[in-house]
């Protein structure tokens, strides 16, 4: 049988008037109410198809002429039209063609075109299963059917989207709603995404009410339909690996609209996408160093794909716990926001598996410029996996550490992607990262980099408290507290007293009384240095350093009577950066980079360096970049201490 009849649920002429009553707050006319049928009996036919289709063919229908129809949204207009001046009329008359640009129209046969591009585009390259667990995507389901929900997901590459809304298909899910900058809405795929519910946002939109009047209803309609919506955490794809600090413009709107809506329970669920390889960190590596960021275009996505076309291993997908907005505040909350957005960032990172790539990267960067023995390399894996396992951080489930076939094929894929060189005409062989690829080498470390931090500044204290001239234990606080502020444009933290806990706790697995030890013996530190393997400080915050140290000197020689501007100071940065990496005042590449240097310079002005001022301002600047130069010999000695005999 190649058809089959279906029946929409009935209801009585009485019941439908009094819900489109309800909804005008009026009484319709007799072309009002027969529209209105038309639309009940369309999403009742479109309910009895899903029974047979799936629920990944839900979508909504007819969202313009409701929100048109609308008593808030009429409302609102009249409000809009008092506080502009501008006739009722001609805000309608423009509203009609926002709707237009803002509000796709999803339908059956272009999401099946869109899976079909999805399940291209991530697995041209990567292996088909993409690595997710059951249990979450099954909770994840039973979230977007009770409550609204939104869906942030952590942005590496353009293969993100593509990859999660495939396991969703796959799953069953209603479509995902992802809003998206309109840079992607060109020729060709802007037309397939819109008709698959996606959702592109004028880059800029600040002053235009009735844009973001519309805007605010339509994603309030979307939560209230229990449609789940999607965007990028960080805004953009992060070009240096980590996790990039969030973009609130989204989520404002997402939180003002659930807010006017009087939505409950609203869940945020964060998602971490991880990859083995990545095709476009290379593309990454030469903007960090100051080109210019290609255009996208249907030239360039085809491109694109074709840059596919090579192995790069796995996707792995992993949802966090759902952050829940019991009663939903206003989105003007700003401290709120901020809270909102770093409960999401916590927990993407803390289910962020560590991938295989992203340790050997780690551990050969960690080792430059000496390479590493096939041996050796196997052996500070098996550490540093053994070390996660007992802190019960996530490793890919694939990761077994006993097996040698498996780090030999992930050898073999990061030679063949030029990564990293082995030469085995010795009596061992041995890797190493390869030349100029330092940069790209610490994208695939930083994606896990956060796992490591609260030890690294550990041992960092630990140094400083054994040349401490006051007390060994008030040295290690006191520099446990700086480097947490040095860093805090880098990476998330738990709040000062939980981090203290944290930081003692990493530090009791190893010896339970090492305050009472370090309190009553200046040599102690060293000594317990020496047994607080794995070492992990010099392979992970060594760019950070002396990326900070860079434009901290640019900064010192600057007049101090004169301010620094951000451009200018950029551009000097990438001047010193590389004369300093050229005399080996720096040791890494990877140290020169464009985020790395703008947050340098953000540190600088939030400690008021980045201002003109007096001589005392000079001096300041002269310190910071003293400080930071005495980090940089910190983290020699920890390297020292954790290379191999």
Request: net charge neutral.
């Amino acid at each position: 049988m190649r058809a089959k009849c279906i029946n929409g649920e009935p209801m009585t002429i009485v019941g439908l008037r009094e819900r489109l009553q309800h909804r005008l707050g009026a009484t319709p006319d007799d072309d009002e109410f027969a529209e209105f049928v038309a639309g009940r009996a369309s999403i009742a036919l479109d309910i009895a198809e899903r029974r047979f289709r799936g629920r990944r063919y839900k979508v909504p229908r007819r969202v313009a002429r409701h929100l048109r129809s609308s008593r808030e949204f009429i409302a609102a207009l009249e409000d809009l039209s008092t506080e502009t001046g501008r006739p009722v009329d001609e805000l309608q008359a423009e509203a009609d063609k926002i709707f237009k640009e803002l509000i796709p129209i999803p339908q059956a046969f272009w999401l099946d075109v869109s899976y079909l591009l999805n399940r291209l585009i991530s697995t041209l390259g990567y292996e088909p299963d993409i690595v997710v667990k059951q249990a979450d995507l099954q909770r994840v389901r039973q979230i977007t059917r009770q409550h609204p929900t939104a869906i942030l997901c952590t942005h590496k590459t353009h293969v993100d989207f593509p990859a999660l809304n495939k396991v969703l298909f796959d799953s069953d899910f209603p479509a995902l709603h992802t809003l998206g900058g309109v840079n992607m809405a060109f020729a060709g795929l802007g037309f397939l995404a819109r008709r698959a519910g996606v959702i592109f946002i004028r880059r800029s939109f600040h002053d235009d009410l009735l844009y973001k009047l519309i805007l605010r209803h339509y994603i309030a309609f979307l939560l209230g339909e229990h449609f789940p919506l999607g965007w990028a955490f960080e805004g953009t794809r992060s070009r240096v690996g980590k996790l990039m600090p969030p973009k609130y413009g989204i989520l404002k709107y997402v939180i003002e609209a659930a807010h006017e809506n009087k939505e409950r329970l609203l869940h945020i669920i964060p998602v971490a996408m991880n990859y083995d390889l990545i095709s476009d960190v290379r593309d990454y590596a030469k903007e960090q160093s100051g080109l210019t960021k290609r255009p996208e275009s249907l030239s360039w996505f085809v491109g694109y794909l074709r840059g596919l076309r090579k192995p790069m291993g796995r996707i792995y997908m992993s949802f966090g716990e759902p952050v829940v907005l019991d009663e939903v505040p206003s989105g003007e909350d700003r401290l709120m926001l901020s809270k909102v957005a770093l409960q999401v960032g916590v927990e993407a990172n803390r289910v962020t598996p560590i991938t295989l790539a992203s340790l050997a990267t780690m551990l050969l960067l960690g080792s430059a410029p000496r390479a590493l023995t096939r041996g050796e390399l196997a052996d500070e894996i098996v550490e540093v996996v053994s070390w996660a396992h007992a802190r019960k951080i996530k490793i890919t489930r694939h990761f077994r550490i006993d097996n040698e076939a498996e780090l030999d094929a992930l050898a073999q894929v990061l030679i063949n992607n030029g990564l990293v060189t082995r030469y085995d005409d010795g009596p061992e062989e041995v890797y190493a990262i390869a030349p100029a690829q330092q940069s790209v080498a610490s994208y695939y470390r930083n994606t896990t980099i956060h796992h490591f931090v609260t030890k690294a500044i550990a041992e960092l204290a630990l140094v400083r408290a054994s040349v401490a001239t006051e007390t060994p234990l008030q040295a290690f606080w006191e520099e446990v507290d700086r480097l947490r502020d040095l860093f805090k444009f880098e990476f998330f933290y738990a709040p000062k007293d939980e981090f203290h806990e944290e930081v003692g706790e990493e530090l009791r697995r190893y010896e339970e009384d090492w305050e009472r030890e370090l309190q009553q013996d200046t040599h102690y530190a060293m000594r317990f240095l020496k047994d607080f393997r794995p070492l992990v400080a010099h392979a992970t915050l060594t760019q950070f350093v002396e990326a900070y140290y860079v434009a901290t000197t640019v900064a010192a020689v600057t007049p101090h009577d004169k301010a620094l501007d951000t451009d200018d100071c950029l551009r000097r940065c990438f001047s010193y950066g590389r004369q300093a990496y050229l005399r080996r005042r720096i040791s890494s590449e990877a140290s020169i980079g464009k985020l790395l240097f703008q947050n340098g310079y953000k540190w600088m002005e939030n400690r008021g360096l980045a201002e003109a001022g007096d001589a005392e301002v000079a001096e300041r600047r002269l310190q910071a970049s003293q400080g930071l130069r005495e980090i940089m010999h910190r983290l020699q000695k920890i390297q020292a201490l954790a290379l191999p005999i």
